[in-house]
T-cell receptor
Framework: DQQVKQNSPSLSVQEGRISILNCDYTNSMFDYFLWYKKYPAEGPTFLIS?????DKNEDGRFTVFLNKSAKHLSLHIVPSQPGDSAVYFC????????????FGKGTRLSVIA | DTGVSQNPRHKITKRGQNVTFRCDPISEHNRLYWYRQTLGQGPEFLTYFQNEAQLEKSRLLSDRFSAERPKGSFSTLEIQRTEQGDSAMYLC?????????????FGSGTRLTVV
């Protein structure tokens, strides 16, 4: 049973446009959500996170939106740059981030110049 | 602070052999995690330590797997009698306390190939 789902394996976006990556979760007890970015031959790198008490968190070009009623979160990247091309993982945890992260399968983002 | 270091980066072994991986976390981080990632999947949790205590083990961690973190510093993950299904990227991560808003810091992983 996959508790964190990323249903789009891949996404292609033109440089300068918005990239929207989606993530759904099934367990309403999750209260911390994070996005990681992974380049080939490297470990995942933390990108941005959000607590369940918020519905939006912004950091530069990256914004994460959380819709608790729909059990859905999304990562917006504006404007998209070629260096953003990577695999993006959504992750979640319980108890204010005190339990090991549960990851989705990832979405491969390709930003085309 | 040189980040999380994992050794070796690659390991090829014959089925049935034992292998051991090492992880050196960020020095002030008291939590250390092991994950496994296979092709097309996200990282899957295996086990984690707070200081030297192993706090949780996933059901993915069969009896052939053992992890240690002596003295709460580096950690080792040993796989005995390797099987082809053990082929994967093994990722180590560390954090200071609960990961909260800042997540874990991951190493670059050890890629295991069982032939």
């Amino acid at each position: 049973d996959q508790q964190v789902k990323q249903n789009s394996p891949s996404l292609s976006v033109q440089e300068g446009r918005i990239s929207i990556l989606n993530c759904d979760y099934t367990n309403s007890m999750f209260d911390y959500f994070l996005w990681y970015k992974k380049y080939p031959a490297e470990g995942p790198t933390f990108l941005i996170s959000i607590s369940s008490i918020k519905d939006k968190n912004e950091d530069g070009r990256f914004t994460v939106f959380l819709n608790k009623s729909a059990k859905h979160l999304s990562l917006h990247i504006v404007p998209s740059q070629p260096g953003d091309s990577a695999v993006y993982f959504c992750a979640a945890s319980f108890f204010s981030g005190n339990t090991p992260l549960v990851f989705g399968k990832g979405t491969r983002l390709s930003v085309i110049a | 602070d040189t980040g999380v270091s994992q050794n070796p980066r690659h390991k090829i072994t014959k089925r049935g052999q034992n292998v051991t991986f090492r992880c050196d976390p960020i020095s002030e981080h008291n939590r250390l995690y092991w994950y496994r990632q296979t092709l097309g999947q996200g990282p899957e949790f295996l086990t984690y330590f707070q200081n030297e205590a192993q706090l949780e083990k996933s059901r993915l961690l069969s009896d052939r797997f053992s992890a240690e973190r002596p003295k709460g510093s580096f950690s080792t993950l040993e796989i005995q009698r390797t099987e082809q299904g053990d082929s994967a990227m093994y990722l180590c991560a560390s954090s200071l306390g609960q990961q909260g808003f800042y997540g874990y810091t991951f190493g670059s992983g050890t890629r295991l190939t069982v032939v």
